[in-house]
């Protein structure tokens, strides 16, 4: 699975860097057709999924933060 987060983040950041340098305008009108009707195609299971994963996520880190463990939590002493 960790191979999976790891193609899971380098896909984020890929995804990133392209929105960040064409606009989305000039994507539409500049892509290739087969590359819009792939997005067209697919892009509503892969938002519909990521939708998902980012609303578990919300979920857990709206909530209160849990109490770590005394046993391994580090403190800061010095000495």
Same mark, same amino acid.
């Given at each position: 699975?960790? /191979?999976?987060?790891? #193609?899971?983040? $380098?896909? !984020?950041? $890929?995804?990133?860097? !392209?929105?960040?340098?064409?606009?989305? #305008?000039?994507?539409?009108?500049?892509?290739? $057709?087969?590359?819009?009707?792939?997005? =067209?195609? #697919? =892009?509503?299971?892969? &938002?519909? =999924?990521?939708?998902?994963? =980012?609303?578990?996520? &919300?979920?857990?880190?709206? %909530?209160? &933060?849990?109490?770590?463990?005394? $046993? +391994? /939590?580090? +403190? %800061?002493?010095?000495?």
């Amino acid at each position: 699975m960790e /191979d999976v987060a790891d #193609r899971f983040l $380098e896909l !984020i950041h $890929e995804l990133e860097d !392209i929105a960040n340098a064409v606009p989305a #305008r000039q994507a539409f009108a500049e892509f290739d $057709e087969t590359t819009l009707q792939l997005f =067209w195609k #697919r =892009w509503p299971h892969v &938002s519909g =999924w990521a939708g998902s994963l =980012w609303t578990l996520l &919300s979920a857990e880190l709206s %909530g209160p &933060s849990t109490m770590q463990d005394p $046993e +391994i /939590d580090e +403190i %800061g002493e010095s000495g």
